[in-house]
């Protein structure tokens, strides 16, 4: 007897009451850490992530996606095999721009759609209302976790990545280029507790840059960089990035 195909859904479904399936996933990409961890905890959980989707947006001030280094992504993706689809918006156009890469991701085969969303509702809403009308899953794999103890997972799991930006009191220029480890761990624990400072800048504290991980088959280093401050915030821009491959 011939069985039938599982839709997206259902796999997703069946996958949560126990019975996995392998999908073939796209994952949104900032070149950042939570983006990263997110697409390791899944292809751990045994799917395949071929491609990649970014979004360029105009505005510096996006609520929707990271904007420093956004143009260094294609290099993260090139260290890790996978393809990039990208495309530039505009304000007004990010969610129009990011349905498009995904409907070229679900042409591709793509079955459902990887986030790094950890905590803003504006993200996730959006992005799962947009992977529904595409007909596909939308997987947050760090959705609601602590995230003090995410940030010390992700570290633990092999992530190394850099500060890029930072817009906080407590965070600035002197922190640019700084590798998320135990040591800066403990700074941000700290201030967390004094100045209520998110600790995995969900609320845009700070951004980071992924320069190794194990999903990456060359790590990256920055070869050279400009950094600028102003008032209340400091960033990092990439200028050249060096990669080496892995034995």
């Known amino acids: 007897m011939r069985h039938a195909v599982a839709s997206a ?8 009451v126990g019975m996995h399936f392998e999908m073939k996933l796209a994952a949104l990409c900032s070149g950042g850490k939570d983006s990263s961890y997110a697409m390791m905890i899944m292809e751990e959980q045994g799917h395949e992530i071929p491609y990649l989707l970014s979004i360029f947006p105009a505005d510096k ?3 929707m996606f990271h904007t420093p280094n956004m143009e260094m992504v294609s290099y993260l993706a090139e260290s890790m095999g996978k393809k990039l689809i990208a495309a530039r918006a505009g304000g007004d156009e990010e969610l129009t721009v990011l349905a498009s890469l995904i409907r ?12 790094g ?20 899953v939308c997987f947050s794999p760090l959705w609601r976790k602590d995230q003090g103890t995410l940030l010390k997972d992700m570290v633990y ?6 500060i890029v930006a930072t817009a906080a009191e407590g965070l600035g220029q002197k922190h640019l280029g700084r590798l998320i480890d135990d040591s800066l761990i403990q ?23 992924t320069l190794d991980s194990p999903l990456h088959r060359e790590s990256l280093s920055i070869a050279d960089c400009s950094t600028s401050a102003g008032v209340s915030s400091s960033v990092l ?4 990035i060096e990669r080496k491959k892995k034995l």
């Open 9 to 16: 859904g259902e796999k997703a479904y069946l996958t949560v």
């Open 237 to 240: 821009t990439i200028l050249k």
């Open 61 to 63: 001030q996006s609520m």
């Open 157 to 162: 799991a092999g992530i190394r990545a850099v």
């Open 187 to 209: 700074e941000l624990e700290e201030l967390n507790r004094k100045k209520g400072v998110n600790q995995c800048g969900e609320g845009g504290e700070y951004e980071t840059f």
């Open 104 to 115: 070229e991701a679900v042409k591709l085969g793509a079955e459902g759609i990887v986030t």
């Open 117 to 136: 969303a950890i905590q803003s509702d504006f993200q996730f809403t959006r992005i799962d209302m947009l992977c529904h009308e595409a007909g596909v």
